[in-house]
């Protein structure tokens, strides 16, 4: 079983080092790099090219938002082969929608528990958004005063240049009719919960958990579970 390589970019060294310390204690995880400041970290990231990049949004020489959008310009439109989990203390709804529009994958706050982290790194890795149920309420939030979020504010900048009409697919969703179980299984997905915690929740098996989120992505016409977040958001059919 191949380790989920990480690189941490936070200047805080106690915070670095305790983070370290966590991720170490799985055998799952490999830390392979490490830096306190926002070119020492690009300058890593290049070279040691980890699975995810921590990254603190209050860098010294840059803010970790620059830094994300230079990483993920640096691949010349191609999928940038770091995904990047922005854990910051920062909440307000200009930081998480800039993050997303930067090209962040996932977004946590400092204050999360271990546990939780790890579920983070986990679902980032497999290549899905994990969102802090704190931020989730961000997004909800923007979601009902805008129809139509920034470009790329919390959506796949790529599908969303090669769907242009993603905000006009509402009407779509408005055509078809989900469970309640569904429903309630959408609304754990939109809070940042994994299979297994919405399988905890509900009291099913986590198998179950999957053919729910298979169909609700179907029924939403969206290519994952962040899409069908911000487009459950977006249509009302979750608050």
């Not at 300058?43 to 020489?61: F, N, T």
């Not at 909440?91 to 529009?101: C, Q, R, T």
């Not at 969102?131 to 959506?155: K, S």
């Amino acid at each position: 079983m191949s380790k989920i390589r990480i690189a941490l970019i936070e200047d805080h060294d106690l915070t670095r080092v305790g983070i370290r310390t966590a991720l170490l204690q799985k055998e799952e995880i490999e830390v392979v790099g490490e830096a306190a400041t926002a070119a020492e970290g690009l300058r890593m990231l290049k070279k040691v090219q980890p699975d995810i990049a921590i990254i603190d949004i209050g860098l010294p020489d840059k803010d970790g938002i620059e830094l994300t959008r230079e990483l993920k310009s640096a691949s010349n439109g191609e999928d940038s082969p770091t995904k990047v989990l922005i854990l910051t203390l920062r909440d307000n709804k200009e930081a998480v929608l800039a993050a997303f529009a930067a090209g962040a994958d996932s977004y946590c706050m400092k204050d999360i528990k271990f546990d939780n982290l790890l579920e983070a790194v986990r679902v980032t890795y497999n290549g899905n958004a994990w969102i802090d149920p704190a931020i989730a309420r961000i997004v909800l939030q923007q979601a009902q005063q805008n129809p139509r979020l920034p470009e790329g504010g919390l959506t796949d900048q790529k599908n969303q240049t090669q769907n242009p009409d993603f905000g006009e697919n509402q009407e779509f969703i408005d055509s078809y009719t989900l469970t309640e179980r569904e429903l309630e299984v959408l609304q754990l997905i939109v809070e940042g919960c994994s299979n297994a915690v919405i399988a905890e929740r509900l009291y099913i098996t986590v198998g179950t958990v999957k053919t729910h989120v298979r169909n609700i992505l179907n029924k939403l016409c969206a290519d994952d579970r962040t899409q069908a977040a911000v487009r459950a958001l977006r249509s009302g059919l979750v608050g």
